[in-house]
């Protein structure tokens, strides 16, 4: 498995919600090679803001991949303005990505943690098309995104923060309301909502790979920026430290404290 | 056109004059993927201490305009690991080894200074100029009396040639130049980066988790190029100049301010090949204005 820097054009964007963006990129070889979980960096096109910003891979179409991201600064705000023919660079496809299991798969994600459940919905279905997904998906309200996207691999079962939609409550509420049954779990979210998971997958003795995310200069394993602590002692620095960008973001949660 | 870009530092001949700045680059295995590391002059490893160094909480890094702000706090995992993995794997290559060495106190820098006497390194860069630890790093690099004598203690240990990397966090930078050079020191390296602070107003807390951090990136640039023209013009032994060098013109205004190497390091994380980039810029330049051995350039500018 490579990496790569390439110019990548920008097919489509369009606007989901309000603030939410999905971004669709034409690349040469990074879309080829990359694996749900897996993320890429983005240089924006300003030379005073040097570090690339890293996106969840959200989806692969041959050639293509999508991205749906969240407006939260400069760089966001920066590629929410790209449109049909723009270029940017990217570098990837980094990190591990998730690891597909024979076992019956549940998807828990929340807000801007939900883009990479759509391409591991797909994977999952490519690999084991007998099983059946489900995906606990929580929002702010009902200002939902990608749901028809991974309904199309998975039941979807909704948690919103305000109870406008779906179960009132987070997602582990809704695991435990809707009694989901999971032979794992496949997560990415906000730290408050992975810590539950961990908890509650670990009370019940069921494997849960989870993705996180932390401030990254480098993205390949460098600079020692993004780490998160790990119960053992890591493989590359030997404390207790894996490299998010590079050793993750995808962990088995009984590896890291949160 | 025969091109000359080799140079010399206390007796180690480098291809040419481009290494990573340590930290920036790790032992050169991640950014292998990316670059043919045999063309580079040397590898500058991230620094190596005594023991595994867990760093500081995180964030540890956040972006401000033209640079960053790091506190990786030396994170590393000890000289055992050290030398079992990543010198091997910097021996495969046909490039010079600069082992970055920190420490908390004098006794844990003689440990790995002595640790590294009988292993195939070509240098070492003392760390005496780390703003993120709250032991050693910088504690010795901002009196010019410690500075002397920790680089005497460790020229005594030594094996290998000495570098000294000096911090821009001081008021008068020959000062400490000059007490490298009193101690004892081969070389010098400058500058580290600036202690600097970013404030984040939307959480209402300090961006990075060890609330300052040290600044790099193009935004430092002109104050390490002034900085390496006043240290090489007060000392005699060399000097290797880094602080926000993106390309090979920026390489080029260290090299006329009198450096004879340049670091290239918070550049890699903004193109993975810049190192490369540099190398290949710097024969350019030389090619386009008939320079035909590089040391003709270095200190040029007086």
Redesign the interface.
């Known amino acids: 498995m490579?990496?790569y820097?390439e110019q990548a054009k920008v097919v489509r964007q369009e606007m989901l919600q309000e603030g939410i963006y999905s971004l669709i990129l034409e690349t040469d070889k990074i879309a080829g090679e990359a694996r749900p979980g897996q993320f890429i960096s983005l240089?924006t096109h300003d030379?005073?803001?040097?570090?690339?910003r890293p996106i969840s891979i959200c989806e692969v179409n041959g050639s293509t991949l999508r991205l749906v991201y969240r407006v939260v600064g400069f760089g966001t705000g920066e590629f929410s303005h790209y449109s049909q023919g723009d270029t940017v660079k990217i570098?990837g496809p980094l990190g591990n990505g998730f690891t597909i299991r024979d076992k019956k798969p549940v998807l828990v994600a929340g807000g801007i943690g939900i883009p990479p459940m759509l391409e591991l919905a797909k994977g999952i279905h490519a690999a084991y098309p007998e099983l059946e997904i489900t995906a606990v998906l929580g929002y702010r309200d009902s200002r939902t995104f990608l749901v028809d996207d991974i309904k199309k691999y998975a039941k979807v079962v909704i948690a919103t923060d305000d109870g406008s939609l779906g179960i009132h409550g987070n997602v582990i509420d809704a695991i435990k309301q809707e009694n989901v049954e999971a032979g794992v779990f496949y997560a990415c979210g906000p730290t408050p909502m992975l810590r539950g998971l961990k908890a509650y997958a670990e009370g019940k003795d069921i494997e849960a790979q989870i993705s996180l995310e932390?401030?990254?200069?480098?993205?390949?394993?460098?600079?020692?920026?993004?780490?998160?602590k790990t119960k053992n002692v890591d493989e590359?620095?030997?404390?207790?430290?894996a490299r998010i960008c590079?050793d993750g973001p995808v962990f088995d949660s009984k590896e890291v404290e949160l | 056109m025969d091109i000359c870009t080799s140079v010399n530092i206390a007796g180690v001949e480098l291809e040419n004059p481009v290494m990573t700045a340590s930290g920036t680059f790790g032992s050169g295995a991640e950014y292998g993927e990316f670059v043919d590391l045999n063309r580079l002059g040397a590898v500058v490893t991230k620094g190596v201490a005594n023991v595994p160094w867990p760093g500081n909480p995180t964030p540890r890094i956040a972006e401000t305009y033209g640079g960053m702000i790091n506190a990786i706090g030396l994170q590393n995992p000890g000289i055992d690991v050290f030398c079992e993995r990543d010198i091997p794997f910097l021996k495969k290559y046909d490039t010079k080894i600069i082992v970055n060495v920190c420490g908390r106190t004098e006794e844990d820098y003689v440990e790995v200074v002595e640790r590294l006497a009988d292993e195939p390194v070509d240098m070492l860069e003392i760390n005496i100029s780390c703003p993120n630890v709250k032991e050693g790093g910088i504690a010795f690099g901002q009196n010019p009396d410690s500075v002397e004598h920790i680089t005497s203690v460790l020229k005594k240990h030594a094996k290998q040639p000495i570098i000294m990397k000096l911090s821009p966090n001081v008021t008068d930078i020959t000062v400490m130049a000059k007490a490298a050079q009193a101690g004892g020191a081969d070389a010098i390296s400058l500058i580290n980066t600036l202690t600097g602070m970013k404030i984040d107003v939307n959480r209402r807390t300090f961006a990075v988790a060890n609330k300052t951090g040290g600044l790099s990136g193009p935004a430092i640039k002109p104050v390490a190029v002034r900085m390496v023209y006043q240290a090489a013009n007060a000392v005699k032994i060399p000097v290797i100049g880094m602080g926000g060098i993106m390309n090979a013109e920026d390489a080029l205004e260290f090299i006329m301010a009198g450096a004879s190497a340049v670091s290239i390091g918070t550049a890699n994380f903004h193109n993975p090949y810049t190192t490369i980039e540099v190398i290949d810029g710097i024969r350019a330049y030389m090619e386009k204005n008939k320079i035909y051995d590089i040391k003709e350039l270095i200190g040029c500018v007086k």
Not at chain 1, 47 to 52: A, I, M, W, Y
Not at chain 1, 214 to 228: D, F, R, S, Y
Request: proline share 3%; charged share 15%; glycine share 10%.
């Open positions: 490579s990496k820097t240089y030379g005073s803001k040097l570090l690339p570098i932390e401030k990254m200069a480098c993205g390949i394993g460098a600079c020692l920026a993004c780490v998160c590359h620095s030997h404390v207790h430290n590079k």
